[in-house]
């Protein structure tokens, strides 16, 4: 019980595995969150040195995130908010659940979840809190519009509560990944996409690294992993949003519909 406590979601692969390995090998217990079964093995991969708790939850339904964080038994001193989903496609073309269960997992449950946790660590005085953007949080998301949205929201919303917790102990972070190889692509239904395709995606451990590192320096915000992500995020803080709105639009179509 001497021990810290991280709490994690999305944990069972990609970024939030990779953190939650990190979070282990420095010492944290842990409470890894996802809505696959598979959780239960990553906390079983993690529990030799210290404890993990797997949590199979749907943080899309407001009920589900109120169950995890009664589960949180003292003042987390890391979170990191990292389960997202998203599609690509016309806006027109999917049925509206879709779209919706983007914004009840990417942006509804995170500002549930942050509501509850950081309240916590409010009242400790102290904590850290690592918030999964994008760097498409820049771009308008011509055919992937409700991820790039979600994205942008995060990034606000992460930038904001890191001016709010300036000087009280707490320090909220943003990591920003380019693409990277996870399975957020299957899930998306993107991998005929050029995108999807793209051959050099970045490391997701690597890319949990730069983001675990910036959140223990207490950065507002991190651009990760690979010096091609790097420009790319740069890139698109200069160029005029028509010309991102299509950038997005290519990179997104599935190679059947050109």
């Excluded at 992937?144 to 707490?170: C, P, R, V, W």
């Excluded at 910036?214 to 698109?236: C, E, H, P, Q």
């Amino acid at each position: 019980m001497g021990r810290p406590l991280a709490v994690v979601t999305g944990a069972s692969s990609g970024i939030g595995l990779e953190l939650s390995r990190l979070f282990a090998a420095d010492g944290y217990d842990l409470i890894v969150v996802a809505d696959e079964p598979r959780i239960h093995d990553v906390a079983d991969e993690l529990s030799s040195a210290v404890t993990v708790q797997p949590l199979q939850a749907d943080l899309r339904l407001p009920e589900e995130v109120e169950r995890v964080h009664a589960a949180i038994d003292r003042a987390p001193m890391a979170v990191a908010f990292n389960a997202g989903i998203g599609r690509a496609g016309r806006f027109v073309d999917d049925d509206v659940t879709a779209d919706l269960d983007i914004v009840d997992l990417n942006v509804r449950s995170t500002v549930h979840l942050a509501k509850l946790v950081l309240r916590d660590m409010a009242a400790a005085g102290a904590g850290r809190a690592l918030f999964t953007s994008s760097i498409v949080a820049t771009m308008p998301g011509s055919h992937q519009t409700m991820y790039n949205a979600s994205k942008s929201f995060i990034q606000s919303f992460a930038t904001g509560l890191h001016d709010e917790f300036h000087g009280t102990g707490i320090t909220v972070t943003a990591l920003m990944p380019g693409a990277t190889d996870t399975e957020f692509f299957r899930r998306a239904s993107m991998l005929d996409t050029p995108l999807g395709r793209l051959p050099f995606k970045d490391d997701p451990a690597k890319t949990a690294k730069q983001g675990y590192d910036a959140l223990m320096r207490g950065d507002r915000k991190i651009v990760a992993s690979s010096l091609f992500s790097k420009l790319v995020g740069a890139t698109a803080t200069v160029l005029p949003d028509s010309a991102k709105a299509l950038a997005n639009r290519l990179i997104v179509t599935p190679f059947g519909d050109r």
